[in-house]
């Protein structure tokens, strides 16, 4: 009798998808294969740092089973459950635009497929927990601070109300992982962690892209299958037998998912950081947490991840177009199940008209309109996001500012500005007058506006903080969290994490992790620019 036995697994990947025949941890192509079974690696000395009791929830574990060692070792692989059947998925990606050809899960492996209360599965899934057939030259490791980072940000986006896969538990394994943080020539020893991530599933575009890239069309066609009937039910055909409008139905909601995703990243102020194709769910959820970041001052041309400095291909401002060109690549590899490139081209073009209404309605609600008129609308837009980037601009404060901002008639100037101020980040120097006079003649346009609709400032206000979050996993938050867990105290973690439940609440106590960036970090590794090492 274990505290876990209650747990049920239900593998249907492993069960109905065909198996790598060689299940050995030295890389290997793995032809035909999606998935290659392996083990995590046993560590020296786990330890649970911080729990997500709304995924524990979720997953019906109770605070009994959460508490023992029995938890602690399956969540970072020390222990595998008898109902588990764990493995490392094998896909390909486009990586900064290239063809990578096979990549796989080098350091993800999957548990198993936990059927939940609800009678939904969830896969549970551990990063770092060692070394897999498609690990190539790396270790199969993660470092604590990648993952307090990845454990800390799912979770802040799925508060924020963002698709995400999401995070069970962070751990410390008790080993040391070598790293050298900035590719600079200073490897160190940093404490190892896992995460144990949770989501349906973890099918990336590149595990479509990889069987299509090898002519490997019948397991092509099996995966299609497999996640049409699994996650896109809806779309699976009474009778059982899909037909190439089955499968272009089923790009067209990847599409539309996809879209919407990147919608809500640009809502918030999220850079994913690295969207290669790999790195994009299949479910359209936010996936791989890695040199991620937040905006803070409105830049629409920033980008954390150092390795991307040069070209930016994934800064801000260009997550919906690399979006749209990662669904191409799927859309091409789904052909041969298809082999109508109209009707591919159809369902793609949708990407563009679907990303620009929801982005549209994004906006209008980000700015508290009721209705969305194009001609007085869009050069408003356009004009606010020109004002925000000619000083440094918190984008975040901004909105939440914007939503004090009275329509009163006969207001002075100076106390109508009054509530953005505290969004900039130089005032002084960089709020000139000129500026001050562009940004009081928009606040006439826009209040004029907001005027024209006659709604209620309360009311707008009110509107306005439910889509505009006041709290952000801001890179120098995760940064400061992480400064203290590495000397041993993780109450930052938990701390962020808590607040981060509430992100469109103003929580008393907690204005500081409202803050805006203090200048210590403007420049700092981790808290401005990050590089893929993890
Ligand atoms: P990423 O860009 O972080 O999603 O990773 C790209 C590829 O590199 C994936 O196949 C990962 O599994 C693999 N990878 C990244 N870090 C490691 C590591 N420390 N050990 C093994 N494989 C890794
Ligand atoms: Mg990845």
Request: glycine residues 8%; aromatic residues 10%.
């Amino acid at each position: 009798m274990t505290v876990l036995e209650s747990l049920e697994f239900d593998n249907r990947f492993t069960a109905e998808l065909p198996a790598d025949p060689n299940p050995s941890n030295v890389p290997h192509q793995a032809p035909g294969a999606m998935f290659t079974r392996v083990d995590p690696t046993p560590t020296a000395a786990p330890e649970v740092i911080s729990v997500a009791d709304e995924v524990a929830e979720m997953l019906g574990l109770t605070a009994e089973q959460l508490a023992s060692d029995e938890f602690r070792d399956m969540v970072t692989g020390n222990l595998v459950l008898p109902g588990m059947d764990s493995f490392a998925m094998r896909y390909g990606g486009h990586q900064f635009g290239n063809w990578a050809g096979q990549l796989g899960d080098g350091r993800a492996i999957n548990l198993g497929e936990l059927v939940t209360p609800d009678g939904q599965r969830q896969t549970l899934q551990l990063k770092g927990a060692g070394r897999t057939s498609y690990s190539r030259t790396a270790d199969g490791l993660a470092v604590l601070r990648s993952s307090i980072r990845e454990y800390l940000c799912s979770e802040a986006m799925f508060h924020l109300g963002v698709p995400t896969t999401r995070a069970l538990s962070l751990s410390l394994t008790g080993d040391q992982v070598m790293r050298d943080m900035l590719y600079d020539g200073h490897p160190a020893l940093e404490p190892g962690a896992v995460v144990c991530r949770v989501a349906p599933s973890f099918i990336r575009f590149g595990s479509f892209e990889l069987p299509a890239s090898m002519g490997e069309f019948d397991e092509l066609r099996a995966l299609a299958d497999f996640t049409i009937r699994e996650y896109y039910p809806e779309l699976w055909p009474a009778d059982g037998n899909p037909t190439p409008e089955t499968y272009t139905a089923f790009y067209a909601e990847v599409v539309k998912r996809t879209a919407e995703t990147i919608v809500h990243w640009q809502r918030v102020g999220f850079v994913h950081g690295v969207m290669n194709t790999d790195n994009l769910s299949i479910l359209g959820l936010t996936i791989d947490y890695g040199p991620y970041g937040w905006l803070e001052n409105y830049d629409p041309n920033w980008t954390p991840n150092t390795t991307d400095r040069h070209g930016k291909r994934y800064r801000f401002g260009n997550q919906p177009g690399i979006g749209q060109w990662n669904l191409a690549q799927l859309g091409n590899a789904l052909y041969p199940l298809v082999e109508d490139a109209d009707a591919l081209q159809l369902a793609i073009d949708g990407y563009v008209t679907h990303f620009q209404s929801q982005h549209q309605d994004m906006m209008r609600s980000k700015l508290g309109l009721a209705e969305w008129d194009a001609d007085r609308d869009e050069p408003l837009m356009v004009d606010m996001l020109d004002l925000l980037q000619d000083a440094e601009t918190d984008m975040t404060l901004f909105y939440r500012g914007l939503a004090n901002v009275s329509t009163d008639d006969g207001i002075a100037a100076d106390d109508r500005f009054a509530p953005l101020l505290d969004a900039f980040y130089v005032p002084d120097e960089q709020l000139t007058d000129e500026l001050r006079g562009r940004w009081d003649s928009w606040l006439d346009t826009y209040v004029a506006r907001v005027r024209s609709e006659g709604t209620d400032d309360g009311e707008r206000r009110d509107a306005m903080n439910a889509v505009n979050p006041l709290y952000v996993m801001r890179n120098y938050l995760a940064q400061l969290a992480i400064d203290k867990s590495e000397t041993g105290d993780h109450s930052g973690v938990t701390e962020l994490l808590d607040v981060m439940r509430n992100p469109y609440v103003e929580q008393p106590g907690k204005e500081e992790f409202a803050a805006k960036r203090p200048d210590w970090a403007r420049s700092r590794v981790g808290c401005s620019m990050l590089s893929c090492s993890s």
